[in-house]
Structure formats: structure tokens, C-alpha cells
């Protein structure tokens, strides 16, 4: 029996009851992409494809606790934070971050699911900003996202350049602003690395589902930086990741439906592609 050298992701996030977004679409991104998933919980949601009908924050020492065992045990190649909830989660998972050095951070600021439940307390982002920014490689904002961090309104293609610079200035080594919320025939997400803007794009498809996008798309991101890829070469392969996952759409639901997870490889096996 021969034992592989595996890639590990760690996701801290909290749990979607539906399957489509928090930690369940993280560790079924990683698995799909080949990695070792590892999770810690900060708050259960009971959520479905109507919305979320509630949010059960765990104590900022369960987090802790959390972190603490996978630290003492296990070294996660690259780590993604989703819905942090509240000042005391997010305090506690960077100060336990940073205590481990644990490396290749991947924040997805989530504060507002698509229904419009809150995610994040109103007083927790100046947390965000001050404790976890500083740490990460690389913060994933969508609009809403970037327009709360930056404090601005973003209209037109050069407001999402400059709040690209602003975010980039309170600490992450790089900025990808996700276009999911704008208009057009193109989803386009533009990642700057402090000195240059490259663009990802694809066909915006015109679907319900898409419920957890944005957290399959940094799990995707996440574990391209576990196996040791450049992030230019993580975030190629997650957005062909997530492209797959909405066009291959799945009929579950009667809401915001999720993406499908296993298309990405189910096409690449068909294809006789190699996994990245
Ligand atoms: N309708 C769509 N068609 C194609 N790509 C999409 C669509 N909606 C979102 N995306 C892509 O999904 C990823 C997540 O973006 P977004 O939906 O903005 O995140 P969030 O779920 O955090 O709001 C990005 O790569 C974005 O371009
Ligand atoms: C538990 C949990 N975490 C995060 C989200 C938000 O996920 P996202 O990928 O932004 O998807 P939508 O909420 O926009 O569909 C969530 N809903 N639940």
C-alpha cells in the first residue's frame, strides 16, 4: 500500500443546511478539485434555496477550540474564511491564524446572503478590515462587498479599479472583485496584484441557480493554493470551476437553486482532461 502526499484546505466558515453555499459547497469543491478538506464551524444556518430562516452563531471559544485542533495536528496548505458572523469569531480566527503562520489565506467577506439575510454583524467588518485583511493572500469581494469595505458606490468600471487599489491598501497581497452582481453578457472578475489588473471572464448565463457561488468559487481558489498553483493559475481553473458549475445547473429546489459541484470533473473525465 503506498500513501500519497495530499493537499490540505481548511474552510472556517459557517454551515448551510441546503447544501449550496457555507462549508458544505467548500468541502465538496475541495473534493472534487482533489484536496483534503478540513472544517471549522462558526455558526449553523438553517437555510434552503428560499432563503435563510435562521442564523445559531457558536461561541468565539468553540472557534477557537476549533482552530486549536487542527493546528496542533494538522498544517492546512492553503486556508478560506467564509461567514464569520460577529467581532469575537473573527478576533479569535485571526489571532489563531497567525499563531499557527498558517500561509495562503483566502477571504471571502461574506456579510449578506442573496436573499438578503446578514451573515456579518454590522459592527464586525471594521474587524474584518483590522485583524484579517492584514493576514491574507488573497479577499474575494463581490460588489455589495467591495462597495461596504470601501465605504463607495461602485458604477462604473473604474470605481471597481480604484476600490480594488483601496481594498489591496488595508493589507491582502491581492484583490479579486467578483462581477457576479453587475450587468452584461460577461461575468467578469478582475484580480489585481498591486501593480496590475488581469481580467477573467466568461458568458454570464441567465439561471436561478445560483445559490453559494461565491463560496464554491474561493473554495476553488483555495484549493488551486493547496496544490501549489500560482493564484493567477488558481483563480483560471475556479472560474472554469465555477462557469461548469452553474451552467451544468442542478433542479433541486424551488429557489435560488445551487451550482452543481461535480461538473467541473465530469467534464474534464470526459474530456480525457487531466485534474489540475
Ligand atoms: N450568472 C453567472 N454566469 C456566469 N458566472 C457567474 C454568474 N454569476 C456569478 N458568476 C461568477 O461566479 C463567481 C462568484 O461571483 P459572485 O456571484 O459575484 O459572488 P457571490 O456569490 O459572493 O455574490 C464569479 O467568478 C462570477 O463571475
Ligand atoms: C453559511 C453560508 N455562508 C455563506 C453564504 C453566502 O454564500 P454565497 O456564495 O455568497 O452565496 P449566496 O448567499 O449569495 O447565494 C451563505 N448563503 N450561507
Redo the contacts with the bound molecule.
Sequence with gaps: MTTAETAKALTIAGSDSGGGAGIQADLKTFQELGVYGMSVLTAATAQNTLGVQGVFPLTAEAVARQLDSIGEDLTPDAVKTGMLFSADIIEATADRIAHYGWRNLVI?PVMVA?GGAPLLKADAAVTLIRDLLPLAMIITP??P?AEMLTGTKLFKAEDIREAARRIHAMGPDMVIM????AGGDL???LLYDGTEFTV?E??????MA?H????T?SAAITAGLAKGLTTTEAVRVA?DF??AA?EDSLDIGSGHGPTNHFAYRRRRSQNGGELK
Design positions: 471571502d442573496k463581490n460588489l462587498e467578483k462581477g457576479g452582481h461575468a467578469r472578475d477573467f466568461s458568458p454570464r448565463i441567465h439561471t445560483t453559494g457561488t461565491g463560496c468559487y472560474k465555477i462557469q452553474i
